[in-house]
């Protein structure tokens, strides 16, 4: 049976699949135009790229102890916090009129991305080890392909609307993502024994981010050095270009339009084969990618480049996002799954947080080129990091070694 027939006759995945499309929805239209819905509110982009670094800090804040505490308690209270947290941001962003409405709603999202681990280890836990790969490829077309129908559709309300409508139906959709959440996905985690989450094992798993197995340094470095790139440059492109090249809200949604398109489709195209020929080679050649499509913004920042430079950054997500969440779901310990998918994305967000801020500092001194140099650069040395530093089953060879790390 194939996976997407299974999904077809398995609620668990169906459901699973219906609250990714919402959320797809529900994001892009909110993600595509809030930087410049913050300029028209007189928001410059250094302090855009705070705002950005703010959502980060309250991602970081209590990523690693909700991970902990979900592999005590279950996981469903979590991810139906997740989807009120998310609700929160969209009413403040729909009534802001000054940036303290938007820090609250930054720091809303930050809470709802920190719960992200928790909804992976959920997927994680739906299927078997060797269809992960191939199911979470499928859910992020399903969240792509309702992604590209948000950006268009953010962007022409955006320009004949207002931001405000795009701001209402987001809510709507964040409701039915609720709803969904609520009612239809089932619990996967149900710890044996005496339930127990004490300050104690918070601070422990707070500290364990910092501490990570030795089979895992590797690749957390070289991650780490990808976010970090992609959040000084890549994180402030549509504040960047409709400031700089005066793309509109319009033009904005298309080129994200055709980005989550591409994405989808090569993830479905794609998706069944990451398993399959490993991690380190899908991560590597999409970092390969983003390197040549930065140069693109760089040198030729024209509106058909930048949708060229779109189709390019959907081929480069679909072939990183299932080979990270995979790797990552694979290689941790399957009883401490969301604490450890927890650390790994907290310690990478401590190292990407000054991005957006730096990003927006280097923009004010040195212009539209700046953070993009700067993105590229650094992309193109973790192609290196990539290939020498990640092993596609890290956790069995370290078990094979009798590598005393894996304890820790």
């Not at 392909?145 to 409508?165: E, P």
């Not at 959709?173 to 996905?185: E, P």
């Not at 910092?210 to 440059?233: E, K, Q, T």
Request: hydrophobic share 50%.
């Amino acid at each position: 049976m194939s996976i997407i027939e299974r999904i077809r006759r398995d609620k668990q995945l169906l459901n699973l699949s219906l609250a990714t499309a919402l959320r797809g929805m529900r994001d892009n239209l909110r993600y595509i135009i809030w930087q410049p819905f913050a300029l028209s509110l007189g928001i410059p982009i250094r302090d855009i790229g705070a705002l950005e670094s703010l959502m980060d800090l309250a991602k970081i804040i209590i990523q690693p102890v909700l991970g902990a505490a979900s592999d005590v308690y279950g996981r469903k209270k979590f991810l139906i916090a997740r989807e009120l947290t998310v609700l929160a941001a969209g009413m403040c962003f729909l009534f802001a009129e000054s940036w303290q409405l938007l820090a609250a709603g930054m720091i809303f999202i930050g809470f709802g991305i920190a719960l992200i681990p928790i909804w992976n280890s959920t997927v994680a836990e739906s299927v078997e080890a060797n269809e992960m790969g191939e199911v979470f490829s499928i859910l992020g077309s399903a969240y792509m392909t309702t992604g590209m129908i948000g950006t268009v559709a953010a962007g022409w309300l955006a320009d004949n609307m207002g931001y405000r409508i795009v701001y209402a139906i987001s809510v709507g959709f964040a409701v039915l993502s609720l709803l969904v959440t609520v009612f239809k996905i089932d619990e996967t985690h149900k710890p044996s024994g005496e339930v127990k989450f004490t300050v104690r094992e918070a601070f422990t798993s707070l500290l364990d981010t910092f501490r990570p197995p030795r089979y895992m340094w590797g690749y957390y470095i070289a991650m780490s050095v990808d976010l970090f790139a992609f959040s000084v440059g890549w994180r402030l492109i549509n504040g960047l270009l409709a400031e700089v090249y005066g793309f509109t809200p319009g033009m904005l949604g298309l080129m994200n339009a055709v980005n989550t398109g591409a994405m989808a489709l090569f993830q479905i195209v794609l998706g069944r084969h990451v398993d399959r020929y490993g991690y380190k080679k899908f991560l590597t050649i999409s970092q390969i990618i983003s390197s040549v499509l930065l140069a693109m913004l760089l040198f030729f920042p024209s509106y058909h480049v930048a949708i060229v430079a779109s189709v390019m950054m959907g081929l480069g997500a679909a072939l990183w996002m299932p080979a990270e969440q995979a790797w990552v779901a694979k290689n941790v310990d399957p009883e401490q799954r969301a604490k450890s998918i927890g650390g790994y994305s907290t310690f990478r967000g401590l190292v990407a947080l000054p991005g957006p801020f730096i990003g927006g500092i280097v923009y004010d001194r040195y212009g539209y080129h700046g953070p993009l140099v700067i993105n590229l650069v650094l992309a193109v040395i973790d192609v290196g990091l990539l290939w020498f530093l990640v092993k596609d089953n890290a956790r069995e060879e370290s078990e094979l070694l009798d590598d005393p790390e894996l304890e820790n």
